[in-house]
């Protein structure tokens, strides 16, 4: 199994090798990724085509039932009475929206991003909310905040989802060091047994080595594994687990 990973991967850098040039010169000419790490951009976006509904990456339909039987078995390791699940930078994303109906485990959503446009977003689909499909005692909150400093206690959140917003930080000039000051909140609010899920399509050989060291810098112990979510004809889609203390994942 593991040789068909390194297979696979070994032709998708040839592939990369092969079309960079051209792919470097599109991305220059026609569309700057760095704007994605700023808070002007995001301002701007969400104001001006607020109306237009969008998920990033991969549809929330798919995150969801892929997450959600995840989400339960986390609460029965757990024992508590609710998980606490936080989305970083949840964007204009239907996530939050379709775990709360479909979860059947008691949760309660918070939605942080430093956007006002997306939060008040995120308002209007959580107000008209039907959880008749969900479980009546989970709720949701709703916070504007930076992601690099976030505002909750030491392992408050049994559940982090980062949907691309790392993916967003590292666009940046000085990215690396913005990831890693996100990455250390993360570590820092959750739950000594809980898990962060990373959705991405960067490749296993790049984001396994950024958390790697991420964990060597903090000084803990993380456990991280990965799982294709979705692949089409330009990209894989990962779904990236680490866990902290007790890896009740692997118990499965």
């Known amino acids: 199994m593991q040789c068909s990973w390194l297979n696979r991967f070994w032709k998708l850098d040839l592939l990369k090798c092969l079309f960079r040039p051209t792919w470097t010169v599109y991305k220059r000419t026609v569309y700057d990724d760095s704007k994605l790490s700023r808070r002007a951009y995001w301002r701007e976006r969400y104001d001006w085509d607020k109306q237009v509904k969008m998920d990033w990456l ?3 339909d798919l995150v969801s039932e892929n997450l959600e039987p995840k989400i339960r078995q986390l609460h029965k390791s ?7 699940i936080l989305d970083l930078g949840c964007g204009i994303s239907d996530l939050p929206t379709v775990l709360l109906k479909r979860c059947k485990t ?21 107000t008209n909310l039907n959880q008749k499909h969900g479980n009546l005692l989970s709720n949701y909150r709703l916070v504007i905040a930076d992601v690099c400093q976030l505002p909750f206690g030491d392992s408050f959140f049994h ?9 967003s930080l590292l666009k940046s000039k000085d990215g690396h060091q913005l990831a890693e ?72």
């Not at 757990?78 to 606490?84: A, D, K, M, P, V």
């Not at 008691?106 to 939060?119: F, K």
């Not at 330009?234 to 118990?251: A, R, V």
């Open 58 to 60: 991969v549809d929330a």
């Open 78 to 84: 757990t024992g508590e009475l609710s998980l606490n």
């Open 106 to 126: 008691p949760i309660t959503m918070y939605c942080v991003d430093y956007s006002e446009g997306a939060i008040q977003w995120q308002k209007g689909l959580l």
């Open 159 to 167: 559940v982090v989802i980062d949907k691309g917003t790392t993916d």
């Open 181 to 252: 000051s996100s990455m250390t909140e993360i570590f820092r609010v959750l739950h000594p047994k809980g898990v962060l899920w990373q959705i991405t399509d960067e490749d296993p050989d790049v984001r396994l080595l950024f958390l790697q060291s991420l964990s060597n810098q903090v000084c803990k112990t993380y456990t991280t594994s990965f799982e294709v979510l979705l692949s089409d004809n330009i990209n894989d889609y990962f779904l990236y687990t680490t866990t902290t203390g007790e890896n009740w994942y692997s118990k499965t």
